[in-house]
């Protein structure tokens, strides 16, 4: 009652209490008792049946979120893309990659299309030379054939790496004009710096490895459609291979691999790639000096010959004599010729070529190149047109006089 009135002070009271576990069973007591009814809205059970849908609606929307947040969660890490990305691969872990071809057990091999050499084209293939040629950002057809459908979750790699062994350990990538450019490419999800892309695929994952930083592009293995025998990837090239500051004419590979989803190789197939201009002038050329380089004969030791050497080979043997074409030189023919002067003529002509042909024939070109020497030196000694000789005993003339 004192606490209640206040007329107490608050400390005191807590003074008089006894410190146990029976101060707040006094207390309560100390309390009156109501004997009140409740409010009508609470005796019907409104509230609390209301309270009760509002607890469950809360409890089901908490359900909803924790059930929709877990269903993200698995998709997340379900997507195949971010399977790919952890997934570390061979085709670009390694410092010096392989660029032996490798079918593997499920014969993977590519195809590419039939295209001439025109001017017009802007991609073309060359099989003796196994080297694809192309434009800048054109589209690059590559069809991909197995023997047998591959392990689920498969994908697709394309790596670009330099030919050349002193090139090999640097990393292919785009040059600075064209690495700042935009308008070449509306790709916006492809890094600016690397030099592959693929065309048309949404699910393409760009990839940079963390310990050698080679760039490579990575898509899911599709099946062939219903009548078709391959899968295509559209490829792009998007810099120049003589682009300064980039490939700087440097050629460069283009490694195709099959992997699992955890990186491991199943297949790998690699082709030298030109980016240029001209890709079917181009072609026509690089085969027609290869052509070129191989027609050489093989000796048995394998060295080749070269064609000035057969051609002096040939020269230096006697060739056999036809004897039809000699009875026809025994032959003797009459000529009859009007006027003294032209049988003279024809007279010293006649005894001319008889004493040539019983001259022997290396004689006969002695004879001819001691004549070519006199007529070079007759040519030299004599002064040119509209200019005086000089001679020394006029020199000393014009010296006395002077």
Not at 135 to 148: D, F, M, R, S
Not at 176 to 188: F, L, Y
């Amino acid at each position: 009652t004192l606490f209640r009135s206040g007329m107490v002070d608050s400390e005191t009271v807590m003074d008089a209490l006894p410190l146990s576990q029976e101060t707040f069973s006094e207390l309560w007591g100390m309390l009156p008792v109501i004997d009140a009814e409740p409010p009508p809205w609470l005796q019907s059970g409104g509230f609390s049946s209301e309270f009760d849908q509002m607890a469950d609606h809360n409890l089901l929307q908490q359900g909803d979120i924790s059930s929709t947040l877990n269903n993200d969660l698995l998709a997340h890490f379900e997507d195949p893309l971010d399977l790919m990305s952890e997934a570390p691969s061979l085709a670009t872990s390694s410092a010096v990659p392989s660029t032996e071809d490798y079918a593997g057990a499920y014969d993977f091999s590519l195809v590419f299309q039939q295209s001439g050499t025109a001017k017009s084209v802007t991609c073309t293939y060359s099989p003796d030379l196994n080297k694809l040629f192309c434009q800048l950002a054109k589209t690059c057809p590559v069809h991909i054939t197995v023997g047998g459908p591959p392990p689920p979750g498969s994908n697709i790699r394309a790596t670009a790496v330099y030919k050349k062994s002193e090139h090999v350990a640097e990393v292919v990538k785009r040059c600075p004009h064209h690495e700042r450019s935009a308008d070449i490419s509306d790709d916006r999800a492809a890094p600016a710096s690397h030099l592959i892309r693929v065309e048309g695929n949404s699910q393409a994952l760009y990839d940079e490895n963390r310990m050698t930083h080679r760039h490579s592009v990575v898509v899911p293995y599709e099946n062939p459609q219903v009548g078709s025998g391959c899968t295509t990837v559209l490829y792009n090239y998007m810099c120049n291979s003589s682009c300064m500051g980039g490939m700087n004419r440097r050629p460069i590979l283009t490694i195709i691999t099959l992997e699992t989803n955890d990186g491991q190789l199943l297949g790998r197939r690699c082709f030298e790639v030109r980016v240029c201009a001209c890709p079917g002038r181009d072609r026509k050329t690089e085969e027609e000096n290869f052509h070129s380089r191989k027609k050489g004969t093989k000796t048995p030791d394998g060295s080749s010959i070269r064609k000035r050497t057969i051609r002096e080979g040939t020269e230096t043997e006697a060739a056999p004599e036809n004897p039809k074409k000699k009875a026809l030189e025994e032959e003797v023919f009459t000529l009859q010729v009007r006027g003294r002067d032209r049988y003279e003529m024809f007279k010293r002509l006649n005894d001319a070529l008889e004493i040539q042909d019983l001259i022997p024939q290396p004689e006969l070109e002695k004879i001819k190149q001691q004549k070519t020497q006199k007529t070079r030196k007759e040519r030299d000694v004599a002064p040119k047109k509209g200019k005086k000789l000089l001679v020394k005993d006029e020199t000393l003339d014009s010296d006395r006089k002077s």
